[in-house]
């Protein structure tokens, strides 16, 4: 149990072009998910929380605007990475609260993008 | 905002030593702090958790002990084996349950088991 799968696993995109990336929870509804950006070699940053039903919440630094967040029902959210650029490129992860569960959250497998 | 420390960044250990990984954290309203082990290219993966009712917790050769009062927590694993060898990232957040809560990691540490 507790699955979250995204999709695509990695893109290849180029300078200008939008992306969007699915977060879905599979076998759980999730009230709120996390997307994450993670650089070679760094750490998981979060960019922003998003909650079913209601705008997300961005970090700081993290420019809404260039990364869309749409968390239409309780097991879908995604993430667009607008006009992207060679410096958006990285692992973007998501992850998932189970909405009758505790405080564990569940990543998915992350997704590679390469902006040539 | 929480400030997660980590140290050290690398660690090299004798296969059958242990391993201690220690963090900091500045948000004196953090309450849940787990463990990630990650692999190269991979999603991070839950090795064991803490929330801030508790002072130590363990599972097999993974423990964790968390002092709230000097805000820092750390990791050991016993027994070391080559499996182990990834890298681990601490995380910290006042979990609410009011969907405001996202993760704040440390900076990692390399875990290398020598044979």
């Known amino acids: 149990g507790a699955v979250v799968s995204q999709h695509p696993s990695w893109v290849i995109c180029k300078s200008g072009t939008s992306v969007k990336i699915e977060c879905r929870s599979l076998d759980f509804q999730a009230t709120t998910m996390f997307w994450y950006r993670q650089f070679p070699k760094q750490s998981l940053m979060l960019m922003a929380t998003?909650?079913?039903?209601?705008?997300?919440?961005?970090e700081q630094g993290v420019e809404k605007d260039k990364f869309l967040i749409n968390h239409a029902s309780l097991t879908l959210s995604t993430l667009t990475v607008t006009s992207a650029h060679p410096e958006d490129s990285s692992f973007y992860i998501c992850?998932?609260?189970?909405?009758?569960?505790?405080?564990?959250?569940?990543f998915g497998p992350g997704t590679r993008l390469t902006v040539t | 905002g929480e400030n997660v420390e980590q140290h050290p960044s690398t660690l090299s250990v004798q296969e059958g030593d242990s391993a201690v990984i220690k963090c900091t954290y500045s948000d004196s309203a953090s309450n849940y702090f787990p463990w990630y082990k990650q692999e190269l290219g991979k999603r991070p993966q839950l090795i064991i958790d803490?929330?801030?009712?508790?002072g130590e917790k363990k599972d097999q050769r993974i423990a964790v002990t968390l002092n709230k009062t000097a805000k820092h927590f750390s990791l050991h694993i016993t027994e070391t084996q080559p499996e182990d060898s990834a890298v681990y990232f601490c995380?910290?957040?006042?979990?609410?349950?009011?969907?405001?809560?996202?993760?704040?990691f440390g900076k990692g540490t390399h875990l290398i088991i020598q044979p």
């Open positions: 803490i929330r801030s009712n508790v």
């Open positions: 998003s909650n079913e039903g209601s705008k997300a919440t961005y």
């Open positions: 992850s998932a609260r189970d909405r009758g569960g505790n405080y564990e959250q569940y």
């Open positions: 995380a910290a957040t006042p979990y609410s349950g009011g969907g405001a809560d996202g993760l704040t």
